[in-house]
T-cell receptor
Framework: DVKVTQSSRYLVKRTGEKVFLECVQDMDHENMFWYRQDPGLGLRLIYF???????EKGDIPEGYSVSREKKERFSLILESASTNQTSMYLC??????????????FGPGTRLTVL | SQQGEEDPQALSIQEGENATMNCSYKTSINNLQWYRQNSGRGLVHLIL?????REKHSGRLRVTLDTSKKSSSLLITASRAADTASYFC??????????FGAGTTVTVRA
């Protein structure tokens, strides 16, 4: 079974802190994604990576950065946390199917609260 | 950007009944996927239907796709309490990314 793990289920941080969310997948997937999920808005893509050291902005990258130094690990960084970044953060990975059938496998999520 | 839009936003049914939810999208797609999310957890892939398919079945799930209307439906037959979850459609434009809708929350009453 594909396993995607996230470093924390719940996290509470203060405004202005630097926050690291870690995601690890164990299936050698090429693609990794970070989403945030807010009520009524569904999942919005923050950043994704299709290879080590490669990253591309998603729909809402402002206030975030990412790092992918190893294939299995994709980190989301909030440089200076703000209250409007309080949200559920979901990491996902997918293999490079090559035929458009890129099913994504999700981690359990990190519920981040910024005070 | 968000492409899929699910309807209804919420659905409450009795155990044993069928649940139907719809997804509409705006631009042409390569395939469409449905995911389930149990409360406070990550999403789990349920089924994928390609743009050249019209209907697909998996256990108690039936998915249809009408590319002329840019819409899809997910039917869960003989629902169970364990089907209580949020259901999301996601469209694939063949660029590694998926665009998710806001989801339909299904509650199955015992």
């Amino acid at each position: 079974d594909v396993k995607v793990t996230q470093s924390s289920r719940y996290l509470v941080k203060r405004t202005g802190e630097k926050v690291f969310l870690e995601c690890v997948q164990d299936m050698d997937h090429e693609n990794m994604f970070w989403y945030r999920q807010d009520p009524g808005l569904g999942l919005r893509l923050i950043y994704f990576s299709y290879d080590v050291k490669m990253k591309e902005k998603g729909d809402i990258p402002e206030g975030y950065s990412v790092s992918r130094e190893k294939k299995e690990r994709f980190s989301l960084i909030l440089e200076s946390a703000s209250t409007n970044q309080t949200s559920m953060y979901l990491c996902a990975s997918s293999p490079l199917a090559g035929d458009g059938t890129d099913t994504q496998y999700f981690g359990p999520g990190t519920r981040l609260t910024v005070l | 950007s968000q492409q899929g839009e699910e309807d209804p936003q919420a659905l409450s049914i009795q155990e044993g009944e069928n649940a139907t939810m719809n997804c509409s999208y705006k631009t042409s797609i390569n395939n469409l996927q449905w995911y389930r999310q149990n409360s406070g957890r990550g999403l789990v892939h349920l089924i994928l239907i390609r743009s050249n398919e019209r209907e697909k079945h998996s256990g108690r799930l039936r998915v249809t796709l009408d590319t002329s209307k840019k819409s899809s439906s997910l039917l869960i037959t003989a629902s169970r309490a364990a089907d209580t979850a949020s259901y999301f459609c996601a469209t694939d434009n063949n660029d590694y990314k998926l665009s998710f809708g806001a989801g339909t929350t299904v509650t199955v009453r015992a």
